[in-house]
């Protein structure tokens, strides 16, 4: 069994400042992480994956993530905000191997002021 | 460059009168996969197809189903829509075969159920 937690429904940010997005997982074997991103009206795009190798992660646009087995983490970060980051952000697990379903989290809203 | 598309990008429907709604890609991938997300929440899986067998989740109601004629193209179809069926419909594609595999999403339909 797996399953995902996004610690914050909603985080705001002023732009230029660093971005934190929580994510913990729960996974009876070893994961294979995501994070999503989804603007409003649009798709879900991936930003970035985590599967064995590095556990620092650099995805698309700035972001990048850190898999911490020791406390089931995979938070998401940027070191300088963009207002073009506001968006839904989604946290999502799957098995490392082969083809499963995945497991998504709740999202967490990122606000971006000027 | 558009890889998993879907049409309508919009659709409004009546109460009970019967919609589809249409995902093809150009990608080539064994796995289609049905997403409803309702405002503010997760994707929640629907269905997918591995090639052509389906695979139905469990809290799947029936007045969803959905169809594959060939690799290129699913259909979505919704029996008798309710008022609760309004939601955005996500499509998305994997292959299989590759550690940590990810989904690639449409730009989803946006239905509305009046």
């Known amino acids: 069994a797996q399953s995902v937690t996004q610690l914050d429904s909603h985080v705001s940010v002023s732009e230029g400042t660093p971005v934190l997005l929580r994510c913990n997982y729960s996974s009876s074997y070893s994961p294979s992480l995501f994070w999503y991103v989804q603007h409003p009206n649009k798709g879900l795009q991936l930003l970035l994956k985590?599967?064995?190798?590095?556990?620092l992660v650099k995805g698309i646009n700035g972001f990048e993530a850190e898999f911490k087995k020791s406390e089931t983490s995979f938070h998401l970060t940027k070191p300088s905000a963009h207002m073009s980051d506001a968006a839904e952000y989604f946290c999502?697990?799957?098995?490392?191997?082969?083809?499963?379903?995945?497991?998504f989290g709740k999202g967490t809203m990122l606000l971006v002021s000027p | 460059d558009a890889m998993v598309i879907q049409n309508p990008r919009y659709q409004v429907t009546q109460f009970g009168k019967p919609v589809t709604l249409s995902c093809s890609q150009t990608l080539n991938h064994n796995v289609m996969y049905w997403y409803q997300q309702k405002s503010s929440q997760a994707p929640k899986l629907l269905f997918h197809y591995y090639d052509k067998d389906f695979n139905n989740e469990a809290d799947t109601p029936d007045n969803f189903q959905s169809r594959r004629p060939n690799t290129s193209f699913c259909f979505l179809d919704i029996r008798s829509p309710g008022l609760g069926d309004a939601a955005m419909y996500l499509c998305?594609?994997?292959?299989?075969?590759?550690?940590?595999?990810?989904?690639?999403f449409g730009s989803g339909t946006q239905l509305s159920v009046l």
């Open positions: 985590y599967t064995s190798a590095a556990t």
């Open positions: 998305a594609t994997s292959k299989p075969g590759t550690v940590g595999e990810k989904l690639f």
């Open positions: 999502v697990v799957s098995p490392q191997a082969g083809y499963s379903t995945l497991t």
